[in-house]
């Protein structure tokens, strides 16, 4: 990899110098991205000229499909095959690190080692934690950060008697105890169709998000301490049948079941949520909610701009962080417990085999600044992956999202990556089969998770195989 | 004959003035029947190496080498038959199960199929969804194309309302059949205390979209509902194509209409009908894109669903070592299918 950064340094500082023929004598870099960024293409190139960049160099977006399976696999067939373009490779937290290990991606920390080193110790830790490599080298920078929060009718929780403000239910989190004797008081109060609303469907977005929160709130983990989270494959624990983990099923059986179910939890308020969200993704949860027929609902802050939009539910709409189980100081695992947000969000990486090395280096660096990462924040949403930004006045002034940056900043402290190793594909599917079956109508918590270790532990021997 | 004569007498005996194109000519016309129809498949059995077989022998020899999910080289070390064994043996547990049928009831009845093993689980899947959905789509194309050969006032009609599910695209049918139950959406499934119908009938349980048996039967009748339409057309056409006179000549002979359809219909339209249901065997075998709209392979996982979601996991060896046993289990349906019924003249199949 030494050797092609060195060429490519090289062969990059002859293309500035001498410039290509793309057209005006510039340098056109491709970025892949989605359509989100291509529709601002012509102002992220001003962005970036104002912000710093050498005006000979402009980027192109490449739209890519918007779903990252995909998006993940055309990454996997460019790098594989040595393309050299795209130059530069938007990839999603939850699975850079298998390019990363394969040492598909160009060594940041060795060939921009100031900003990786403001990368570390400015930006989200989570985020950072997801684009290293297992000596601590950066690979990509965080271009913005994904992470969930409880969305809730303050009208209605207003009215029951609770004051959110005087509380500060926006950064002082809540127990589940708590969340669900008052969601159901607020339900009940006004004979509402559903309490809470969010997704247990069997899908990628259960084993990396929902799932990965409900039972980090207790403590538990899917591999122990977070250390562990990214490795060593094959030599680490599976936690997934401990207490905690099945705690948390309990209390997502008792949310749908009621306090009857044989496998409730106790101190848990029953009957709050539908039975369908195990059948449901973001959207189908989401709608229940806009419409005005749930209480609480969670998601990513893209449903903050939807439901906070004047049509909706406006200023109506409360926010806080996840509610949790347990606290920090009495979770099992260190960096569990608490109002533990699930991390999603994209990096910029830069394409070892690109002859444009030292141009693709000069745009990562400018999308570090703040004024471009304000754009895109401004422009599509796209949160700064600085937690400083989101104190800023011009972050406040922000529509709608700007009223929730407390609540995001939050979140983002308390977010937690899914455990993303070359097995995570693999194991993915498996923990989101058996998270659903446990919590669906005949479910067993504790024999589910007794099922999904040992399917882990033989993938987890396989991987490490090979 | 006559045309041959003349043609070889407008070619100068005098070779060498002609050319090579003249001698072609000439060579291609001195050739047998046989050789002269192997000639003209000649570019077909090109084609179809190229696109068909080239892919699968490739498709073989990336199987016998391991996955490499660590190394950025698309596959490991040649493995032989190892990714087979694993997988027939339940050792490679690298991609989905989810047993939709209860274990004991499989393993008491056929102990050699571990419905714990992925593979297995999804041959399982496989069959059951292809033997059923085949089953009722030739029963109920049957009827619907007894239906249209009768003369009635409306058949046109009647003829477009049985196509329209047959023109919709499989990913807008999934996008139907799913949001028919989605419980905010859809009207066939309901909370506690407000249970359909269906679902007191007990059916359906409240999440039919993550509950593996119910999902394998929703995307079993979305099969049907479209499908049916195809093998009514091809089952049509057989049916259109037998001598109107034979009925005549029954009528007068006093044959009920049982009986007619008994001794004419049946048999001259069985060709059609093996046609229709090889198509449709060789299809049902390879469902991917109907499950993962309507339920996702997490609930029911079939061969194909293994294939693409271990090729996305990036285990090219297995996903190709499943692909092609999934190709191998077509090809020997399809033989066995041809050889047993060539004699009763498939329509030249």
């Known amino acids: ?466 | 004959m006559a045309t041959e004569s003349e043609t070889q007498g407008s070619i100068p005996r005098d070779s060498g003035k002609g050319g090579p194109y003249r001698a072609g000519v000439r060579w291609v016309e001195n050739l047998g029947d046989a050789a002269f129809a192997y000639l003209l498949l000649l570019p077909v059995f090109l084609l179809l190496g190229v696109i068909a077989f080239w892919p699968l022998l490739r498709t073989f020899e990336m199987s016998l080498h391991a996955d490499a999910l660590r190394s950025a080289e698309a596959v490991g070390a040649f493995v032989g038959l190892q990714n087979y064994t694993e997988l027939l043996t339940g050792q490679r547990r690298s991609n989905l199960i989810r047993p939709f049928i209860p274990s004991v009831a499989i393993n008491g009845a056929f102990p050699f199929i571990h419905v714990r093993n992925p593979f297995t689980t999804a041959l399982t899947a496989t069959f059951i969804f292809t033997i059923v959905s085949v089953f009722f789509e030739t029963i109920i194309g049957f009827g619907q194309a007894l239906v249209l050969d009768q003369d009635f006032r409306g058949r046109r009609w009647v003829r477009v309302a049985i196509i329209i599910p047959w023109a919709v695209p499989i990913v807008i049918q999934g996008m139907i059949f799913f949001l028919m139950f989605q419980p905010n959406v859809g009207f066939l499934v309901g909370g506690p205390g407000n249970q359909t119908f269906l679902q007191q009938l007990g059916v359906f349980s409240s999440t039919p979209l993550s509950t593996p048996r119910d999902s394998m039967l929703i995307v079993i009748v979305a099969d049907i509902w479209k499908t049916s339409a195809f093998m009514a057309l091809l089952i049509l056409a057989g049916l259109q194509s037998i001598d109107r006179s034979l009925y005549d000549v029954a009528k007068v002979s006093g044959a009920s209409k049982w009986q007619q359809f008994k001794m004419i219909t049946l048999p001259l339209v069985f060709p059609t009908v093996m046609v229709a249901m090889l198509f449709r065997t060789i299809a049902a075998l390879r469902i991917y894109g109907l499950i993962e709209t309507v339920s996702t392979c997490n609930t029911v996982p079939s061969l194909s669903c293994l294939v693409v979601k271990s090729f996305g996991q990036r285990a090219y060896g297995t996903s190709a070592a499943v692909a092609f046993i999934t190709a191998a289990i077509i090809g020997v349906f399809v033989t066995v299918y041809i050889v047993n019924f060539a004699r009763s003249d498939m329509g030249g199949v």
């Open chain 1, 1 to 466: 990899m030494k050797a092609v950064g060195a060429s490519g340094v090289a062969v990059g500082l002859a293309g500035c110098i001498y410039g290509d023929d793309s057209g005006g004598g510039g340098t056109t870099l491709k970025i892949a991205s989605d359509s989100d960024l291509k529709d601002v293409q012509g102002k992220l190139n001003n962005w970036l000229h104002n912000a710093g960049l050498s005006k000979d160099i402009t980027i192109e977006v490449l739209a890519g499909s918007s779903i990252t399976d995909q998006r993940q696999q055309k990454y996997t067939q460019w790098l594989s095959s040595n393309r050299e373009e795209p130059a530069l490779l938007m990839t999603d937290s939850g699975w850079s690190i298998p390019f990363i290990a394969r040492g598909q991606l160009l060594n940041l920390s060795e060939n921009m080692s100031k900003t990786a080193k403001m990368v570390k110790n400015e930006y989200f830790e989570a985020s950072v934690n997801t684009a290293l490599d297992e000596n601590g080298n950066l690979f990509a920078v965080p271009l913005y950060p994904d992470f969930p929060t409880m969305l809730y009718r303050k009208d209605l929780v207003k009215k029951a008697g609770y004051d959110p403000e005087g509380e500060n239910w926006a950064t002082k989190s809540m127990t589940w105890k708590r969340f669900s004797k008052i969601t159901k008081e607020v339900m009940n109060q006004n004979s509402m169709k559903y309490g809470y609303t969010f997704q247990f469907k069997s899908y990628e977005g259960l084993s990396c998000c929902d799932f990965n929160e409900f039972i980090s709130s207790y403590g538990g983990a899917y591999f122990g301490p977070l250390k562990n989270l990214f490795g060593p494959v094959g030599d680490r624990p599976i936690t997934v049948d401990e207490k905690p983990v099945v705690d948390a099923l309990r209390m997502l059986r008792t949310f749908i079941y009621g306090n009857n179910d044989p496998h409730a939890l106790n101190g848990i308020t029953g009957g709050i949520a539908p039975t369908a969200v195990l059948q449901w993704a973001e959207d189908p949860s989401l709608q229940p909610f806009t419409n005005g027929n749930a209480v609480m609902h969670r998601n990513w802050p893209y449903a903050i701009n939807t439901a906070g939009a004047e049509d909706k539910l406006g200023k109506d709409l409360g926010v806080m962080p996840i509610p949790y189980g347990v606290e920090k100081s009495k979770a099992k695992y260190k960096g569990t417990g608490g109002p533990v947000a699930a991390l999603g969000g994209w990096h910029v990486a830069i394409n070892p085999n690109t002859p444009e090395t030292e141009a693709a280096k000069e745009v990562v660096r400018t999308m570090t600044k703040e004024d471009v990462q304000f754009k895109l924040f401004q422009e599509i949403g796209w949160l700064p992956p600085r937690p400083s930004s989101l104190d800023s006045k011009r972050a406040k002034e922000v529509p709608v999202m700007g009223r929730y940056l407390d609540q995001l900043r939050i979140a983002g402290k308390n977010a937690i990556p899914r455990p993303v190793t070359v097995a995570w594909p693999q194991e993915s599917s498996k923990i989101a089969q058996q998270a659903n079956s446990a919590v669906g109508e005949n479910g067993n918590p504790q024999k589910a998770m007794t099922n999904l270790k040992s399917q882990l532990k033989d993938i987890e021997n396989s991987s490490k195989k090979n």
